[in-house]
């Protein structure tokens, strides 16, 4: 099955800095990788998503970047503000296939006012 | 908006009890899933459900079981509960062919 891998753990940045975060998968067959926010006190929440015909996608502040040839993908979040401190989860899946998806094991990044 | 709630937000149970945890989704999704999240092993599908009376296992099934008799409710049992599984449980939904979960809130089980 699907393996994907995250880094880091824990993350801390000073506001207004950049914040990237880096996941690796093992199925060559996924073609499908969002991420996920998760705020404390709620359920993961999507915040954008990539598909393996592209290889970066932009919306606002956050952009996500793939390699299909290497196996990994990266969240990059410009410009930190205090409300984007969560729990960062990446994930991967076959789209077409069984739809389900396999998690990173999450990043926790901090926000320094 | 999706909404997918769970029945509680905090559950404390005993060793040995059978535990019942609900999810109920508002959107017609035919898709239904549960996880447990364990700090440092991030989400770990435990079943799903594709349609009503339609389940499968997902990675770590074992001490679980599930049902799902209207499309809307899909339920996770804990037959007789242990410490280990001591977790956040999370339910989420999807429509079918689609990719985008839309997770409920959790519900935090401590087992004494």
């Known amino acids: 099955g699907e393996n994907v891998e995250q880094h880091p753990s824990t993350l801390s940045v000073q506001e207004g800095d950049s914040a990237v975060i880096k996941c690796t998968y093992s199925d060559s067959a996924s073609n499908y990788f969002p991420w996920y926010k998760q705020e404390l006190g709620k359920g993961p929440q999507l915040i954008i998503d990539?598909?393996?015909?592209?290889g970066e996608k932009k919306d606002q502040r956050i952009a996500v970047t793939l390699n299909k040839t290497a196996k990994h993908f990266s969240l990059h979040i410009t410009e930190t503000q205090p409300e984007d401190s969560a729990v960062y989860f990446c994930a991967a899946s076959n789209w077409g296939g069984a739809n389900n998806l396999f998690f990173g094991t999450g990043t926790r990044l901090t926000v320094i006012p | 908006d999706v909404k997918v709630t769970q029945s509680s937000r905090y559950l404390v149970k005993r060793t040995g009890e059978k535990v019942f945890l609900e999810c109920v989704q508002d959107m017609d999704h035919e898709n239904m899933f549960w996880y447990r999240q364990d700090p440092g092993l991030g989400l770990r599908l435990i079943y799903f459900s594709y349609d009503v009376k339609m389940k499968e296992k997902g990675d770590i099934p074992e001490g679980y079981s599930v049902s799902r008799e209207k499309k809307e409710r899909f339920s996770l049992i804990l037959e007789s509960a242990s410490t280990n599984q001591t977790s956040m449980y999370l339910c989420a939904s999807s429509l079918p062919g689609a990719d985008t979960q839309y997770f409920g809130p959790g519900t935090r089980l401590t087992v004494l």
């Open positions: 990539i598909r393996s015909n592209v």
